[in-house]
């Protein structure tokens, strides 16, 4: 009797393709090729938690019509078929999930300049922005008169305790992959070193850097890895592609409203988290700058 050779089962051949890396990504990229794991997987993007102390800890691959986060590389390929727990490679300026390389050929800047920006044109976005919020009816998950009133009050009266406190409160509050509490924070940090040095108000960005140290100290024990990532690229001032558009609207580089919009609809209540961020740290670089009364500005109003 002749022997049945079957290929149903035997393993894909390995492939290649190419993406586009967040310069964010450099220091996990072009260091020599160290293992990972697949966290998650998704239809549209892969989370992978590289073995290392090197930040940024977890690396997005995400296929081209995903949310562009600070810590992607986009490809335009289908992503591979893998599952939580998967082993993977990240270095060498490659990407290496299962049977599939993915070779950066391209960068982008995860925070690229504002230019200046003058804190009028600042006052003048932020009740715009509320509006647009209120049309939207997104919530924040959390209830922005707890820990995230003391955020918003602390940073907007320069009081470094006060905000150190309510970060130290908000990281790893609330579910999911990036807790509602970290994507307020997170929010509040790329207003205030993005939007405060854009506007010279150098109080703003000194907030920043204090609270980048306290995520730097504290992140990786109190959150999920994908968002401890995340946060430390807030600290930087990078952030995913529709929290800069809202940023370029406020600078004047767009139109406000649909870049608002677009915002607030990423995920479950992500997109209305980082919106509270943005405006919360919006109204205290304009308190930091003399521009107007906190009262007037209120990220609640």
């Known amino acids: 009797m002749g022997t049945r050779t079957s290929i149903r089962h035997r393993p894909p051949a390995p492939s290649t393709v190419f993406g586009a890396a967040s310069t964010a990504l450099r220091p996990a990229l072009e260091s020599p090729r160290r293992p990972a794991r697949v966290l998650a997987a998704f239809p549209l993007g892969l989370y992978l938690e590289i073995r290392t102390d090197i930040e940024p800890l977890v690396v997005a691959v995400v296929a081209g019509d995903a949310t562009r986060l600070p810590n992607a590389v986009v490809v335009g390929d289908p992503l591979p078929a893998v599952s939580g727990g998967d082993e993977a490679a990240v270095g060498d ?6 049977r599939v390389t993915v070779h950066v050929r391209r960068w982008w800047d995860p925070a690229p300049a504002l230019g200046p920006v003058g804190l009028d044109r600042v006052a003048a ?11 939207a009816g997104r919530q924040p998950g959390l209830d922005p008169e707890g820990a995230g009133a003391l955020l918003a009050e602390g940073c907007a009266s320069g009081s470094l305790l006060s905000a150190i406190t309510a970060a130290e409160r908000l990281m790893g509050l609330g579910p999911g992959l990036t807790p509602s509490g970290d994507d307020m924070l997170a929010g509040m940090l790329v207003a205030l070193r993005r939007l405060g040095g854009a506007a010279g108000v150098e109080r703003a960005v000194w907030l920043a850097d204090w609270l980048a140290a306290t995520v730097a100290f504290d992140a990786r024990t109190r959150t999920t890895p994908i968002s401890a990532t995340l946060l430390h690229c807030a600290a930087q001032g990078q952030a995913c ?9 406020v600078a004047g580089h767009q139109s406000l409203e649909p870049a608002v919009r677009g915002l607030l609809r990423l995920g479950h209540t992500s997109g209305a988290d980082l919106a509270w961020g943005l405006r919360a740290g919006m109204a205290a670089v304009l308190r930091l700058g003399g521009a107007a009364p906190y009262a007037d500005h209120s990220p609640q109003r």
């Open 93 to 98: 300026g490659c990407v290496e999930i299962g």
């Open 241 to 249: 592609a529709e929290a800069l558009a809202v940023l370029r609207a």
């Open 125 to 135: 976005a932020l009740p715009a922005f509320g509006e647009v919020c209120r049309a």
